[in-house]
Every structure is written in C-alpha cells, then in structure tokens.
C-alpha cells in the first residue's frame, strides 16, 4: 500500500497533471508543454525532473531539444479512467471537506 500511495503522490500536484495530462497527446518538448499548460518554465522543469525521477515520464533527446513522453501508456489510460469517474462522482468529490489543498502553514 505504501507504494501505491507514493504513486499517487506524484498524481496528486495538480501541475503535475496538468503536464502528464498535456504529453496524452504525444511527445512535447519543454517550451511547448510550457504553451500547453500556462505553467512557467522552471516550474515545467522542475516537475518535468520529478515526474522523470519517477518514471512517469520519460526523456528522450531529439537534437538541440529534449522530448518528453509518457512514460507508460497506462498512465494515460489512468488520467481516461480518471475522467470517467469523475464524470459519475465529481460532486462527492467536490464536496468532500478531507481532501482538500494541503495547508502550507500547517506543521
């Protein structure tokens, strides 16, 4: 269970998603994923690094760019699965007081 939850904190950055959800379309170098999500470019790397780290993603040079990619199909089948639930739930999720934005000032 342990790695389980550890997987899905690295799904639970909503820039995170926001970035796998953008590469469900195929292999994005920085700067376009940069366009696709609003996101800085640090902020870009530095959960490009992570998501990497990982193995949700995977690098691969092409020339003076670096692409990056899924690094399993099944993590886009996952963000589809994803949907789908939400499509059925969105309200109970919505409405629940447990999961909401972690507290940066919380200890």
């Not at 920085?30 to 990982?54: D, M, Y």
């Not at 760019?65 to 919505?94: M, N, W």
């Amino acid at each position: 269970m342990d790695l389980q939850a550890k997987l899905f904190r690295g799904f639970a950055d909503p820039s995170r998603l926001t970035i796998l959800d953008a590469l469900r379309a195929g292999p994005l170098h920085v700067g376009a994923i940069v366009a696709a999500t609003g996101l800085s470019q640090s902020n870009v790397s530095n959960h490009l690094r992570c998501l990497s780290e990982c193995g949700l993603v995977q690098a691969e040079p092409r020339g003076r760019f670096v692409d990056y990619r899924l690094g399993d199909a099944r993590v886009g089948e996952l963000l589809r699965l994803t949907e789908e639930l939400l499509a059925g739930a969105a309200y109970g999720v919505d409405a629940c007081q447990r999961y909401g934005t972690p507290d940066p000032d919380a200890s």
